[in-house]
């Protein structure tokens, strides 16, 4: 497999340096990316340059994935226009710990062959340097010109944000160090990362062809966008996280499920290693019958799967028959309400249920869902409620505890989209 024709096909390259093909043609090449270890977990934003990562093992080369320890400390500068907070050691081992097992999804650590990924983290070489050590023998091969004409450092001296600290004006030269170590001690001849950090890139080539003479590359993709001109990966709620922890597989497969057709056509190539054969067959699907959506569908399993596990994905499937199918599927409490989220909700007691009540008493008097019993009355007779996605035919029908689903909620439903839920206490 040719890296470089594989990410062009895919959309995946912004810029790339003159030689970087040739190199990769000619032998076995060690490519790293940067990752910033601020949390415990990455998020869907990191989730381009891991795929360009993985990908460059498929294609026979070797990934390095480095946990930014040291530079994490600093904090860089470029697509910022505020300093960043500044984390401690230990913390920074545990999102270290964290990010390597997600990792170990896309890449392969625990291969013998000569291409299995490794993780570094500069914090190990960079905690010993001394700032004296540090300008002698770095400070002096990089001009500040050369620093200043980066646009990561002139867009903070033109008035974004509140200027630059040197702390931060360091950070090029610090992640051009991180290039030269990987060079020298682990023959890395390429940089990857988004478009944004071209200039920390190239800072890291010519510091490597200053000071030891050597010829390394970079390579970087575009920054993702949305089609209506929004940020990538952020919801409502904040990003799109992998952990579970943070957000949990249903929404994670909500939010791919979820994105426009536009979107959906140029993230499946991005995020998942489909063939160029079978996403021009879904294509031509989608654009037949775009209402069956099949683009988003694979989208969102594909990437489920990968961030996830099968089962995580059958069970977010299943949930979102909850919404549109006819039946109600088994799973637990916790994805129940989450599908429900935001929906009014109601509480009453488990007397209440247990000695049974009408549905008609249930819903105008216990809970609110129809303001009167005339206008329930009304849309009973056309047929337009349901319990636990039945159809109510009777008004008098007496709700036991034989309905609760979960032994906790039931599941109101009034007209096609109007949903309440009343919790059982």
């Known amino acids: 497999m040719n890296f470089v024709e594989e990410l062009k096909w895919r959309g995946m390259i912004h810029d790339m340096m003159p030689g970087t093909e040739e190199q990769l043609q000619k032998e076995l090449t060690s490519a ?10 990455l998020h869907i934003g990191h989730l381009v340059s891991v795929m360009m990562l993985k990908h460059f093992q498929r294609a026979g080369h070797r990934p390095i994935a480095l ?14 226009s505020l300093e960043r907070n500044l984390l401690d050691e230990e913390t920074l081992r545990h999102n270290q710990d964290a990010i390597k097992k997600q990792l170990a999804k896309f890449l392969d650590f625990e291969s013998t ?10 914090y190990d070489w960079m905690k010993d340097i001394t700032f004296l050590g540090f300008i ?22 033109s008035g974004e944000g509140e200027g630059m600290s040197f702390t931060e004006f360091t950070y090029q030269l610090v992640q051009g160090y991180d290039y030269l170590h990987l060079f020298s001690n682990f023959g890395c001849k390429l940089q990857m990362g988004g478009s944004d ?9 010519e510091l490597i062809r200053r000071k030891v003479g050597g010829e390394a590359f970079g390579l970087v993709c575009p920054l993702i966008t949305k089609a209506d001109g929004g940020k990538f990966g952020k919801t409502e709620s904040g990003n ?9 597989p249903y929404k ?5 499920l979820n994105v426009s057709d536009d979107d959906a056509e140029k993230y499946i190539k991005i995020f998942t290693a489909l063939s160029k054969e079978e996403i021009e067959g879904l294509v031509a699907e989608q654009k037949a019958a775009p209402h069956l959506r099949p683009l988003q569908k694979r989208l969102a399993q594909e990437v489920t799967v990968m961030v996830h596990s099968q089962e995580d994905f059958e069970n977010a499937v299943k949930a979102s028959e909850l919404l549109f199918g006819k039946s109600l599927p088994a799973i637990d409490n916790e994805t129940f309400l989450e599908v429900f989220e935001g929906v009014p909700q109601f509480e009453v007691s488990d007397n209440d249920i247990e000695l049974g009540v009408k549905a008609i008493d249930l819903l105008t008097e216990k809970t609110a869902v129809f303001p009167s019993k005339g206008e329930m009355r009304k849309l009973v007779q056309s047929g337009g409620v349901s319990i636990n996605k039945n159809r109510l035919e009777d008004t008098e029908e007496v709700i036991d505890s034989s309905y609760l689903i979960n032994n906790k909620f039931i599941l109101i439903q009034r007209g096609k989209k109007n949903y309440y839920l009343i919790i059982v206490k």
């Not at 946990?67 to 910022?80: E, L, N």
């Not at 950090?197 to 080539?205: A, D, L, V, Y």
């Open 32 to 41: 790293y990316v940067g990752i910033d270890p601020t949390a415990d977990s």
């Open 67 to 80: 946990v930014g320890g040291a530079t994490g400390m600093i904090g860089d500068p470029s697509g910022k």
């Open 113 to 122: 062959a000569p291409n299995a990924a490794l993780m570094v983290n500069n």
């Open 136 to 157: 002698k023998d770095i400070g002096k091969h990089i001009t500040v010109n050369y620093m200043m004409s980066k646009d990561s450092v002139k867009k903070r001296f």
């Open 197 to 205: 950090q071209w200039g920390n890139i190239t800072t890291g080539t």
């Open 240 to 248: 799109v996280w992998l952990d579970r922890r943070y957000t949990s």
């Open 252 to 256: 994670f497969y909500q939010f791919w």
